[in-house]
């Protein structure tokens, strides 16, 4: 029990104490799986432990009482299914992705590395997972609006697009920034033809989603949030969204030589070669 209680104090270190309304925790995990087999342990994992104790919420939170119960385990060397389900439920009480993993390195030195290794083999596939899904979720989950329909470039487009010029708050609606910038919303599937800018240097800032670049010649790169690309002046490319996600990114531009800044657009992608993308 040395570890048990080592770890209950661990995590005890990173509790808060909220006030916040009770929320009934209700389970049929027990009587699910042992109700004809053993009707009196499902009765008290059921309604004793979830029904009763993590229900006592309002004392300690839900995502208390998940890091509590996550570093007991790791601390046990439990990191069968019971582990996963517990980091699952830690991941949707709001235990996010970093603090999962200070919680098990901090853990490790109390615990023992081999059990942290092996927790974080499950941690990793559980906040994985959720991130790639969200990733790919509808149109709520984008950071930045999406504007108006992009009418305009419509037909320099496979699917839908929409842009959203962006202004300086500190400056008038008519007036020209340095760096002129837009937010580009690619619905799932849609991307624009391989085109070439002249006469400017192209930057893309992704900021929402899953989306594709590729440069003529070169194979195509996967876009996620953060990623930043640089489009160098002449080079033939293209970028839009995967085909199961949305995709936002910024575009803006610094004009080069003495020539005004213009696009030539040039043929769409390859339905196939898109489609293929990613297998």
Not at 111 to 129: D, Y
Not at 131 to 153: H, M, V, W
Not at 210 to 231: F, N, S, T
Request: net charge negative; aromatic share 10%; glycine share 8%.
């Amino acid at each position: 029990m040395k570890f048990l209680y080592t770890g209950v104090f661990i995590a005890s270190l990173m509790l808060t104490t909220n006030i916040m309304a009770q929320q009934k925790i209700k389970q049929t995990a027990g009587r699910d799986q042992l109700g004809d087999f053993a009707p009196e342990f499902a009765r008290l994992n059921d309604d004793i432990l979830f029904g009763e104790v993590w229900s006592r919420n309002d004392r300690l939170s839900l995502r208390d009482r998940s890091v509590v119960t996550i570093t007991s385990l790791i601390s046990q060397g439990i990191t069968d299914s019971s582990l996963k389900y517990h980091l699952q439920t830690a991941k949707a009480n709001g235990v996010t992705r970093t603090e999962i993993a200070e919680i098990i390195t901090h853990a490790a030195f109390y615990a023992g590395w081999p059990k942290a290794w092996a927790a974080f083999r499950q941690a990793k596939e559980v906040w994985t997972e959720e991130e790639e899904k969200n990733d790919c979720k509808g149109i709520e989950q984008l950071r930045f609006p999406i504007g108006s329909p992009n009418t305009a470039y419509a037909k320099f487009f496979t699917g839908n697009s929409h842009l959203a010029p962006l202004q300086p708050k500190n400056s008038g609606k008519e007036e020209k920034t340095v760096l002129p910038m837009s937010n580009v919303t690619f619905e799932p599937g849609c991307r624009n033809n391989w085109h070439i800018h002249h006469n400017a240097h192209q930057i893309l800032i992704c900021v929402s989603g899953r989306g594709w670049y590729q440069e003529w010649g070169k194979p195509a790169i996967a876009l996620k949030a953060g990623d930043v690309i640089d489009i160098p002046e002449g080079v033939k490319h293209w970028h839009g969204a995967q085909k199961d996600c949305w995709f936002q990114h910024i575009a803006t531009h610094i004009e080069t030589g003495d020539g005004t800044a213009t696009n030539e657009w040039l043929e769409s992608v390859d339905d196939g070669a898109y489609n293929q993308l990613g297998e």
